[in-house]
């Protein structure tokens, strides 16, 4: 089993700047991808970024290219989600995850209790 647990949420104003962080701790040699999803209020959760464990490819969704970057610290168990330019629309709890195989953007082994980022306009 994996535990993760997000930390970095909080209030920015739009086009600020916030970073996230998940620490992955227990079989985390099980691990394959890890990702990051959010849920806004009234809305279902959404994908928004996933990177290889041991690897550097990176997917984003369409919705946050050029302003979100996933990058990870293998060493240090750490996912990161870099995120610039926000919007209120970026306004949502946000969840890491993280998979086994190459399921992580329809249905990932592995979930955090979510963190919350509000952007005010």
């Known amino acids: 089993q994996v535990q993760l647990v997000e930390s970095g949420g909080g209030l920015v104003q739009a086009g600020g700047s916030l970073r996230l962080s998940c620490a992955a701790s227990?079989?985390?040699?099980?691990?394959?991808?890890m990702g990051w999803f959010r849920q806004a209020p009234g809305k279902e959760r959404e994908f928004v970024a996933a990177?290889?464990?041991?690897?550097?490819?990176?997917h984003y969704a369409d919705s946050v290219k050029g302003r979100f970057t996933i990058s990870k610290d293998n060493a240090k168990n750490t996912v990161y989600l870099q995120m610039n330019g926000l919007k209120p629309e970026d306004t949502a709890v946000y969840y890491c995850?993280?998979?086994?195989?190459?399921?992580?953007?329809?249905?990932?082994?592995?979930w955090g209790q979510g963190t919350q980022v509000a952007v005010s306009s």
């Open positions: 227990g079989r985390t040699s099980s691990i394959y991808d």
């Open positions: 990177i290889r464990w041991r690897g550097s490819n990176t």
């Open positions: 995850a993280g998979d086994r195989s190459t399921k992580i953007v329809s249905d990932p082994d592995y």
